[in-house]
């Protein structure tokens, strides 16, 4: 088990892309997903107030916190959530472990999926399902793909993570796609593990829980790292359902026995966070409209290229294809994923995340682009006078040349 664990694909891009910048090379850092914008002054301010709080807090977390996020997600449900049932913890993806710690049950993922899910059931000794998925359907899982493959592969009571919007594909799941499977998921006695970490990150589409179909099998995950741009702050939110309320108790264990709490300052100006404020609906609207303009703009250069890809209607992502230019490839030793992002890393110094991260077999030539390769802040500022791709170029500079580096690479490949 240890010999198959290595560390994140994307820190590791991460890391390799600071050490080619250290050596004078530039890179156009398309690999890493982090969100660019500041976080919002009314949660630092908060933190400041709070700094000198050092005492240990219940492991659940404060109860006001707690209450704070309970009144937020009934109002977004349209649907009471208990204080009770909230857990606070050291981002989601913390959180999501110690779920998969407490229920130890086969896990079921779409592929592709994010990088770390399957490596936490790794190294818990726990069996992953992976089900294919298609790139005509914006490589999102549907219902007749689950039932299918459960028809043939034993994953009943198992545990299914869907994440929408979607790391890495920016897809966002429909209300009648997930009224689907919500009937195999009951069909199956799944639980689910709905991470709607990019929730407050749609731009081009509206975002829908799959809590909404099946709420009594689904824990929904969620955190402040990328709608607040606080991923540092490692701060996660787990709610789970009444019916679940063992699990709920061995997990408020498992945080005594490991993190023991998050940070006190964290927590206390973490109510801000979920309280009404004008500031933070101000906040949420004009980074989805940067990302809106930006993903506008990835799109129309993408359309310009025969490079099959993920319409970006959430998160910060579009997942990339280069089937189409296979034979071309292959005659330069392309002929896997990785190949295909060490290449290009090398030729255009373009980081992209390669498809065999996300659980994709790596003969497939796919890869992650995440387009947040710029200023946040100066876009911020400027976003009341932008109302067009035209008018945000001059605030993206690295993702044009990303982008135009990316179609030169791939439109002039000649067969040699």
């Not at 303009?293 to 250069?301: G, N, T």
């Not at 292959?330 to 290449?343: F, G, R």
């Not at 995340?353 to 030539?365: E, I, N």
């Not at 993206?396 to 135009?404: A, D, Q, R, S, V």
Request: hydrophobic residues 40%; contains cysteine.
């Amino acid at each position: 088990m240890r010999q198959e664990l290595r560390q994140s694909p994307t820190l590791s891009l991460n890391n390799l892309s600071l050490q080619l910048i250290e050596k004078g090379k530039e890179v156009i850092k398309f690999g890493f997903g982090q969100s660019p914008f500041p976080v919002p002054d009314l949660l630092v301010e908060e933190l400041k107030l709070h700094a000198h709080n050092k005492n240990y807090l219940p492991s659940q977390g404060i109860p006001e916190l707690r209450e704070s996020i309970s009144d937020y997600y009934s109002s977004i449900y349209n649907d009471a959530i208990d204080p009770s049932d909230i857990i606070i913890g050291p981002g989601s993806k913390q959180l999501i472990f110690s779920i998969q710690l407490a229920l130890r049950k086969k896990l079921i993922l779409p592929s592709p999926s994010w990088v770390s899910y399957n490596p936490q059931a790794t190294m818990l000794g726990l069996e992953t399902h992976w089900i294919d998925t298609d790139s005509k359907n914006g490589w999102k899982l549907n219902a007749n793909q689950l039932d299918n493959y459960a028809k043939s592969n034993d994953v009943a009571t198992g545990l299914l993570i869907l994440n929408s919007p979607n790391n890495p594909t920016g897809s966002v799941y429909t209300s009648e796609e997930l009224q689907a499977l919500s009937a195999v998921i009951k069909k199956l006695k799944l639980i689910v593990i709905s991470d709607e970490i990019y929730g407050d990150v749609c731009h081009s589409a509206d975002f829908v829980s799959i809590r909404n179909y099946c709420k009594s099998q689904v824990i929904v995950c969620n955190g402040l790292s990328k709608w607040a741009g606080a991923g540092g702050w490692r701060f996660g939110v787990s709610i789970i359902p009444e019916e679940l309320r063992d699990l709920k108790n061995l997990l408020i264990g498992i945080a005594s026995e490991t993190f023991s709490c998050v940070p006190a300052p964290i927590q206390y100006a973490a109510i801000k966070a979920y309280q009404p404020s004008q500031e933070i609906v101000s906040y949420k609207s004009k980074i989805n409209k940067v990302l809106a303009l930006v993903a506008d703009y990835v799109r129309e250069c993408l359309e310009k290229t025969n490079i099959i890809y993920s319409f970006p209607e959430g998160g910060f992502y579009t997942y990339l294809d280069f089937e189409n230019y296979r034979d071309q490839l292959a005659h330069h030793n392309v002929t896997t994923s990785s190949d295909l992002t060490q290449k290009l890393l090398r030729d255009t110094g373009v980081a992209l995340l390669s498809g065999d991260a996300f659980g994709q077999k790596d003969r497939l030539l796919t890869a992650r682009l995440a387009y947040v390769d710029f200023d946040g802040k100066e876009l911020l500022n400027a976003i009341g006078h932008i109302n067009s791709t035209q008018d945000i170029l001059e605030y993206i500079p690295k993702i044009e040349t990303g982008l135009n580096k990316i179609a030169h690479w791939i439109n002039n490949f000649s067969i040699k």
